[in-house]
T-cell receptor, first 115, second 114 residues
Framework: DGGITQSPKYLFRKEGQNVTLSCEQN?????MYWYRQDPGQGLRLIYYSQIVNDFQKGDIAEGYSVSREKKESFPLTVTSAQKNPTAFYLCASRGPVRGAWGEQYFGPGTRLTVT | QKEVEQNSGPLSVPEGAIASLNCTYSDRVSQSFFWYRQYSGKSPELIMS????GDKEDGRFTAQLNKASQYVSLLIRDSQPSDSATYLC??????????????FGQGTTLQVKP
């Protein structure tokens, strides 16, 4: 059963702690993305990776870090430097490219609350 | 000016009616356009993609693209209460190369009344 999994579904952390969100896909997709969604707002791109061992900053990368050691996995670390970490975090992967642009599919998300 | 704009709504339609959701974008040479449906508390689900001017139909959904006027719309025929959700418009801008970077609108909330 192919898809994208994110864990955990809910995460609670104290301010000042780093936390790592997991994202795994078995769709054999090359490109993977991390987005953040705040209440009543659209999605904002944090980081993306088009190939193993390579990744680029998105629009709001400050306070976040990623790694891409395997094609299937793209974990996101929310560091203590992120000023407003409480949000809904969404991982996506991009399917076969039609022309130059393919469709992105999302995992179920991780809701992070930092107090 | 926001790059992708949607009316936040809520848009309220009676069951069985046609719901019309609109999206405008600022990058004149944007190439690819997507509609996602997001139920409350859930992640977005891709429901339509469109790349060429004109209409694209899939079941009760029709996406319409007009690049000259820089808008893309989503029509939902025979609306059902289960269609009540937030609909996100997303665009890949020219110049993104092969990165596939999506720019999202804020979404339109649709309410279908039984």
């Amino acid at each position: 059963d192919g898809g994208i999994t994110q864990s955990p579904k809910y995460l609670f952390r104290k301010e000042g702690q780093n936390v790592t969100l997991s994202c795994e896909q078995n769709l054999n997709h090359d490109a993977m993305y991390w987005y953040r969604q705040d209440p009543g707002q659209g999605l904002r791109l944090i980081y993306y990776s088009q190939i193993v061992n390579d990744f680029q900053k998105g629009d709001i990368a400050e306070g976040y870090s990623v790694s891409r050691e395997k094609k299937e996995s793209f974990p996101l670390t929310v560091t203590s430097a992120q000023k407003n970490p409480t949000a809904f975090y969404l991982c996506a992967s991009r399917g076969p490219v039609r022309g130059a642009w393919g469709e992105q599919y999302f995992g179920p998300g991780t809701r992070l609350t930092v107090t | 000016q926001k790059e992708v704009e949607q009316n936040s709504g809520p848009l309220s339609v009676p069951e069985g009616a046609i719901a019309s959701l609109n999206c405008t974008y600022s990058d004149r040479v944007s190439q690819s356009f997507f509609w996602y449906r997001q139920y409350s508390g859930k992640s977005p689900e891709l429901i339509m993609s469109i790349y060429s001017n004109g209409d694209k139909e899939d079941g009760r959904f029709t996406a319409q693209l007009n690049k000259a006027s820089q808008y893309v719309s989503l029509l939902i025929r025979d609306s059902q209460p289960s269609d009540s959700a937030t609909y996100l418009c997303a665009v890949i801008a020219y110049g993104s190369g092969n990165t596939g970077k999506l720019i999202f609108g804020q979404g339109t909330t649709l309410q279908v009344k039984p």
